[in-house]
């Protein structure tokens, strides 16, 4: 696959993340709170699960945690699969209004203060490594130790002024004079150095004279302002915060991409224990795959049945070609999990059929750039609005996993279609590594 095409393809995921977080600030209505909040937690369970069944590293949990900004917000709640049944001690509204507060609290400087979106996938990430459950997670002591150091001193101003009075008295030729002089002293507070979580800034200041004078009369002041402001990337606080919660280099390496999907210039910049972020798109070089392709994975699970060879058909005991990729349901807690399995688009496209497929049952095509159309098989059920013609962006829910069609179980079939012939699906979409 070309670099072209693949860089393409980050390109659309990253505008695709970043089109439904700004879709989701335009929704911020308390619904939208509410989604979120569960979004957050169900990752984090989401996490939890698929890392106990996989001992996954790679793309997927990426993946996951990627859509704490994107898609999952609305799909999980939508799905049903985050239920409270559990009775948990905190509601994702209570913990939410939680870190707001924390950070509030953080710092009078609101520039300084922690961006809550950076803390809460530093904890999503500890969900993961930790086994936590979300509520489990003391908000207050992950945002302290990246909240700001604030240095004042205290400058003093000088102010002066002289007054001259005439009267004029009858009989006297010139006006009696009276001078008043006065002088004052006012103590300010200014900051000489921030330390915030990604940087140092340092304030210099000069005594700044003026003077002026109207008549005999006269005012002097003698002023503190600022001189220079110095900012210097300096992640060290991030650093120790993440080298205080063991964070290894591919769990640095997914908080980077997650935040580089949401936030692209958070991290830009960094030179600090786990390397170099130079900004720009390189770090997303870095992705362990199989695949050389950079689309999204299809669904939720890695749990690849079949792949793209040549078999013995389970119908017809004949040998049998098999032109895609077969993805089960993810396996949890040794347990095959029976929720329902979203479908997701790899890639932004057309859609050029929805609906039933003589073999794969109901199923939905979609054609992307250079001659490639995506297959997906054996659906359950077509999300409503994926229709022919219709423009999706990569991500977009198009179904739920099923056994339609020629089938023997409930998995996705997924194909790739390059100029009317069959490809090798890992070519064009990332499969986490140690599978
Ligand atoms: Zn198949």
Known sequence: MSSAVTNKAKALAKNYAKKQIRKLLIKLGKKALIAIGKGIALVGKMLLAVAGAFGLKGFLILLI??????????????????????????????????????????SEYAEYRPPQMLVQFIDNQRILKEKKKLWEIDPNKLISSLKPD??????????YTRTVTRTYVEGENEPREEVSESSWDVDKQLITKAHAWNRIETFTYRQEFSSSSSGDDTSESTVWVLDNRISETDFSKFDNTLKRLKFTHQDFKLLVDTVRVNKANYLDGYEGIYGSITGGDDWWGDHPSTG?????????????????YKRVDPFTGQIDFHNGLDIGRPIVDGKMDDRPQPIFAVADGEVTVAGEVSGYGNAVYIRHDSGVTTVYGHLKSIESGISVRKQIKA????GIMGSTGRSTGIHLHFGVLKDGQYDNPLK????PSGR
């Open 292 to 308: 050389s392709g950079n689309w999204i994975w299809p669904t939720i699970s890695t749990r690849i049945t079949s792949g793209f």
């Open 395 to 398: 991500g977009t829910v198009i």
């Open 428 to 431: 064009y979409i990332s499969l």
């Open 150 to 159: 604030i240095e004042m001193e205290t400058f003093t101003d000088h102010y």
């Open 65 to 106: 945690i990627v859509f704490v900004g994107g898609a999952l917000m609305y799909v999980f709640p939508f799905f049903g699969w985050f239920s409270s049944k559990s009775g948990s001690p905190k509601t994702p509204d209570q913990l939410r209004a939680e870190y707001e507060a924390a950070i509030m609290n953080s």
